[in-house]
């Protein structure tokens, strides 16, 4: 068994910050890369960013030079510094883990219930 859990969403005005936390536990051999979407109502889920386990990062245009993926210092986890917010920011952000099996043969995705972040005056 694996989980996939977020935390740090919230409500923030405006240009303003934030930071979303995620951290994988469970049965977990290895971890090849972890990332943010986010989905808004009526729209579909989207990349914002991920981060592989040799720390090359890539980032999405829909939020790119505001926010900076980071693997945490504790194992199995990865911070989103999210900044100059806006409210089409507004969102619930996943957090999913793409973990090799037993043997190093398969890749499989975890996913977070996801955090909600509201950017609003």
């Known amino acids: 068994q694996v989980q996939v859990v977020e935390s740090g969403g919230g409500l923030v005005q405006p240009g303003g910050s934030l930071r979303l936390s995620c951290v994988a536990s469970?049965?977990?051999?290895?971890?090849?890369?972890m990332a943010w979407y986010r989905q808004s109502p009526g729209k579909k889920r989207e990349l914002v960013a991920s981060?592989?386990?040799?720390?090359?990062?890539n980032y999405s245009d829909a939020m790119k030079g505001r926010v900076t993926i980071s693997r945490g210092d504790v194992a199995n986890t990865v911070h989103l510094q999210m900044n100059s917010l806006k409210p089409e920011d507004t969102a619930v952000y996943y957090c999913?883990?793409?973990?090799?099996?037993?043997?190093?043969?398969?890749?499989?995705?975890?996913w977070g219930q996801g955090t909600q972040v509201n950017v609003s005056s």
């Open positions: 981060v592989t386990s040799g720390h090359v990062t």
């Open positions: 469970g049965t977990i051999v290895s971890i090849y890369s």
């Open positions: 999913v883990a793409e973990m090799w099996n037993s043997d190093f043969t398969l890749l499989s995705d975890y």
